[in-house]
């Protein structure tokens, strides 16, 4: 029978080896745990700032995070450490943008402009203009800022240090990105600007906590041009434009509803002064929005002031308004396109929004008689560019030519007011007398309509036109005003010389002009016939008007001082002449007789 053994009776080598076996099991269980220790990543720590200088303009997506996660990582810690990127700058820097027609600097700070200098237009001292108002825009805003309905994050954001795809210098055609991320807020500011225009293009993307923030893109605080203008007049005629649900409307800066948000469709909006406009143009009208900015800000201390009193000190504040907008997209990021420059009708009529049928020439405003104003100046401009441009380049001799040839034109009227001053003369007896027949009758008496109704009928069947003599007044007043309205308004004389005059948009220095205005109403009155005006009327007219056009031309510009005087030169020297040929004898001859009457009479009297 065989024999079984007792394991609990087996001894030595049956349990060394199991002792054996349980050990390099501990050991290997060991050795892997040292060895997943030693091969797993260390724990992750947050990603430290990125500074402007190292970023590199080659390697965009340096600004979208920290560094790769390697491939063994959960996929709970890549969604982790990608929600939570944080990338800002540590110091400020700036880049500057420029092509023929501008030059703007940015400033990381906020992704903002501090410096919009257009280069084909100079300030008072003959500097490149700049368009940014220094004062307005630390109090109210830089160019290109952005607006939230949350205002912490408007302003965290134009705080904040962005960092920009380059620095320093770049030339257009180019694009520059600034990018900003910290905690749960990142944003994103995409300009690319044209090469030979002065528009360019935004896209402005922010978003909070993965959710996307309604940003608008603005431009805050006026121009830099408006201090130029003494007695605040450029804030004062600055408007709020906008061309919506297919009209366009401007709105003077004291009608301006600051911080009110207009729902589009918008085709443009803005804000202009009499030469500038920053005007955004958004890619998607339909769901385009607008808010127009109002503040007002004192410029006493820092307003350019000429004429009389120019060196004296401000004695009062200077309280002007300072108008802005912001516009942006209602369902999405902001693109918008945006043009800032001068108001020129040539540059206006060139820039188109989405819709290609509108243009910006709606912009370009020429005051109460802007129907009036635009047609002249349009005609004013043909002749700068066809006949004076080539050989002088200067707009007085534009002005000149324009005004000789309206007094061509009005060279017809004129004859005919003559023959009906002629006519009136000669029926002047006949009006004397029945005058004379009612002179017993008090001014309010019925009987004085009875008086008129006679003179009516005796002019009627003489041929007499009662209005004849006002036709060149009813032509010449509206083109003098519509002028008087449109010279200020167009950036094309701004700063325009001719000979002695530095500005065409300014008053003479000499003020050689407003004398010369004087003397020549004098004579404009002097030699213009005025049949049937009573004497003392005519001398009171005499006085009275080269008084006032001496007075409207001293301190205003001496453009339409220029348009005026030469006027009444060609219209008296067109009198002389008519004065000199048969119908202007007879005229002199019926005075003549009608002055010896009174004469006659009144020493009858004596």
């Not at 205005?517 to 007219?541: A, C, E, N």
């Amino acid at each position: 029978m065989a024999e079984f053994s007792n394991p609990n009776q087996q001894g030595g080598k049956d349990g060394q080896s199991l002792m054996t076996m349980m050990v390099v099991v501990v050991a290997i269980v060991l050795g892997l745990q040292f060895y997943h220790a030693k091969m797993a990543p260390p724990p992750s720590s947050s990603t430290p700032p990125i500074t402007a200088a190292s970023q590199a303009p080659s390697a965009p997506t340096a600004a979208t995070g920290s560094a790769s996660l390697t491939a063994g990582q959960p996929a709970v810690a890549q969604s982790v450490a990608s929600a939570v990127p944080s990338v800002q700058a540590s110091s400020e820097s700036t880049t500057v943008v420029e092509n023929d027609l501008y030059r703007i600097t940015f400033s990381n700070r906020g992704a903002q402009v501090t410096s919009w200098v257009l280069k084909k237009y100079k300030n008072l001292d003959g500097q490149p203009l700049d368009l940014v108002h220094p004062q307005a825009a630390k109090l109210f805003g830089y160019p290109l800022s952005l607006y939230t309905s949350d205002a912490s994050i408007a302003t965290n954001l134009n705080q904040a240090l962005f960092v920009p795809s380059a620095t320093g210098m770049l030339a257009a055609p180019a694009r520059l990105i600034f990018k900003f991320s910290s905690g749960d807020l990142q944003a994103t500011k995409t300009f690319t600007f044209d090469a030979m225009t002065y528009v360019l293009h935004a896209d402005v993307a922010v978003t909070r906590a993965g959710a996307p923030v309604q940003a608008f893109i603005g431009w805050p605080s006026g121009f830099g041009d408006q201090d130029e203008v003494p007695n605040g007049l450029a804030y004062s005629n600055a408007q709020f434009d906008d061309y919506r649900n297919g009209g366009f409307d401007h709105t003077d800066a004291k009608k301006v509803s600051s911080g009110t948000t207009l729902a589009g469709p918008f085709d443009f909006a803005g804000v202009a002064d009499p030469f500038f406009a920053a005007v955004f143009l958004p890619d998607t009208p339909s769901t385009a929005a607008a808010t127009p900015l109002s503040n007002t800000l004192d410029v006493s201390k820092t307003i350019k002031r000429v004429g009389f009193g120019a060196d004296s000190p401000p004695t009062k504040p200077l309280n002007v308004p300072i108008l802005g907008a912001a516009v942006g997209n209602t369902a999405g990021p902001t693109e918008t396109r945006i043009f800032v420059g001068p108001k020129a009708i040539e540059v206006l009529k060139s820039v188109h929004a989405a819709d290609s049928r509108v243009s910006l020439e709606p912009v370009l405003e020429f005051g109460f008689w802007g129907p009036i104003g635009k047609y002249l100046f349009l005609a004013l401009h043909a002749i700068h560019a066809s006949i004076t441009s080539a050989w002088s380049g200067s707009w007085g001799w534009a002005i000149i030519i324009l005004t000789v040839l309206i007094n061509l034109l009005m060279l017809p009227f004129r004859v005919k007011t003559m023959q009906s001053a002629l006519k009136m003369q000669r029926i002047q007896p006949q009006m004397d007398a029945i005058k004379e027949k009612y002179k017993k009758y008090k001014v309010t008496d019925p009987k004085r309509n009875e008086m008129n109704a006679e003179i009516m009928q005796l002019q009627k069947d003489h041929g007499v036109n009662m209005f004849g003599g006002c036709i060149p007044t009813l032509i010449t007043m509206p083109l003098l005003f519509a002028f008087f309205t449109m010279l200020p308004r167009v950036v094309e004389l701004r700063q325009a010389h001719w000979l002695w005059l530095p500005n065409l948009q300014a008053p003479d220095p000499w003020h050689i002009l407003p004398i010369l205005m004087v003397v020549s109403q004098f004579l404009v009155q002097f030699y213009t016939p005025s049949p049937g005006v009573d004497p003392q009327q005519q001398k009171m007219m005499a006085f009275m008007m080269p008084a006032f056009s001496g007075y409207m031309t001293w301190n205003y510009a001496s453009g339409l001082a220029l348009y005026w005087s030469i006027g009444n030169l060609i219209g008296i020297a067109q009198q002389a002449v008519m004065n000199r040929t048969s119908l202007g004898r007879e005229m002199r001859e019926i005075a003549a007789k009608r002055a010896r009457r009174k004469a006659t009479t009144i020493q009858g009297r004596k």
